[in-house]
């Protein structure tokens, strides 16, 4: 037993290193990506040294400035406690989210057992459930593949998604059922969940709040709550809503879609951005002018999301699609615990991810 646990170790350790190695790489290529962003902003050499100071005073070094540059490149705001999404993805995250633990808690299937008792917070109905291949009616009961295909017939507009590996919008499919067939790709239930392979969730279609609605009607445009552990308390970075745009059916900034800040009483910043650096005063697609904008069921998001992670502190940090229901309710779409990020907030709001918080963050990997 010993010897097993010696090789376990030695396992995870090299499988953390190469997580690590890939993540890092992977980052220094979107940097390139978007490299005529960062070459736009030239940073003084006033706002270098504060940099330098803040991190060497609480990392214990310095850092490169090409994430500063391209955060402060969407909204024109320089803050010298931004975060850089290289420290999060390939040193933060794997701190704070055991791959292990992550992965079992990110199963989209579980979503509804985790939510169940909040009080004001629901997730979308469930249909039908497959886990490894074993199928599951909405009620939990085990079905056959043939009862499983059969209990999605005729059931109208239905949300299909893989329970796991899923981001982005990535394997995501809106459907229309009318009898076993899916009107908007003319594909049949069964081949629909063939393409699902053998973990995914069909839910409703959840009915966005007037105001939502108004903003962009074809999407169901969800905020994203970012939640963290400091000590004994659940904190939440600065909230971005995500707009879809162009008549498609998902949110998704990689997607095409759009981003704005939120405060936390629920009014929209001035400008929305995308991923490619456009911004708009008012949605393209609708015309709504974002400015004034208000929806007052944020508070009551922010507060779901912190009660939510109260029951999993097993994970320090969880990125939340939430949104609000024609009834005014709050809606927990998903749940992520890998592959998370840092850029979207910070790009859209001109704010520190983690706020007065940072300073704490740096602290805990430096004792690493």
């Known amino acids: 037993m ?62 490169p400035y090409g994430w500063h540059r391209l955060y402060q490149s969407y909204t024109g705001v320089f803050r010298e406690d931004y975060f850089p999404e290289i420290l999060f993805s390939t040193r933060l995250e794997m701190m704070f989210n055991p791959m292990a633990q992550a992965l079992v808690l990110g199963d989209k299937n579980l979503l509804p057992l ?8 629901r997730c979308p109905k469930t249909y039908l459930s497959c886990v490894g291949g074993i199928y599951l009616s909405g009620e939990g009961r085990l079905l056959s593949r043939e009862e499983a295909v059969l209990s999605l017939y005729d059931r109208g507009w239905v949300v299909v998604k893989k329970s796991l590996g899923s981001g982005s919008g990535r394997d995501v499919r809106l459907c229309e059922v009318v009898g076993s067939v899916d009107k908007k790709s ?31 009607p074809h999407a169901l445009n969800t905020f994203r709550v970012c939640t963290y552990l400091v000590e004994d308390t659940v904190q939440a970075a600065p909230l971005v809503l995500k707009l879809g745009r162009g008549g498609m059916d ?49 508070p ?8 939510l992670h109260r029951r999993i502190p097993q994970l320090q940090m969880l990125s939340l699609d939430m949104t609000i229901d024609h009834l005014g309710q709050v809606v927990v779409i998903e749940l992520n615990t890998l592959g998370q990020s840092v850029w979207l907030s910070q790009m859209t709001t ?11 963050m740096l602290r805990r990997m430096r004792k690493t």
Not at 258 to 280: C, K, M
Not at 300 to 307: G, L, S, T, Y
Not at 350 to 360: A, E, I, N, Q
């Open 186 to 216: 003319g594909l049949t239930i069964r081949e629909i969940l063939r393409e699902m392979g053998d973990q995914f969730v069909v839910q409703e279609k959840v009915l966005p709040h007037p105001v939502l609605e108004a903003l962009y």
């Open 114 to 121: 985790l939510v169940e008792g909040l009080s004001d917070v």
């Open 250 to 298: 998902v949110d998704n900034m990689h997607a095409g879609g759009l981003g704005i800040g939120v405060s936390e009483e629920g009014f929209l910043y001035e400008a929305a951005f995308s991923e490619q650096g456009e911004r708009f005063l008012a949605h393209p697609d609708t015309g709504v002018l974002f400015s004034g904008v208000r929806v007052p069921q944020v």
């Open 350 to 360: 001109g704010l520190p991810f983690f706020g007065v918080h940072t300073p704490y």
């Open 2 to 63: 010993g010897l097993y646990r010696t090789l376990a170790r030695r396992y995870y350790r090299r499988l953390s290193f190469l997580r690590s190695w890939l993540t890092r790489v992977g980052e220094y290529q979107n940097l390139y990506k978007k490299r005529k962003r960062i070459a736009s902003v030239r940073l003084h050499e006033t706002q270098k040294r504060s940099i330098d100071a803040f991190y060497k005073t609480h990392y214990g070094k310095r850092i």
């Open 300 to 307: 009551d998001v922010i507060q779901a999301a912190k009660a």
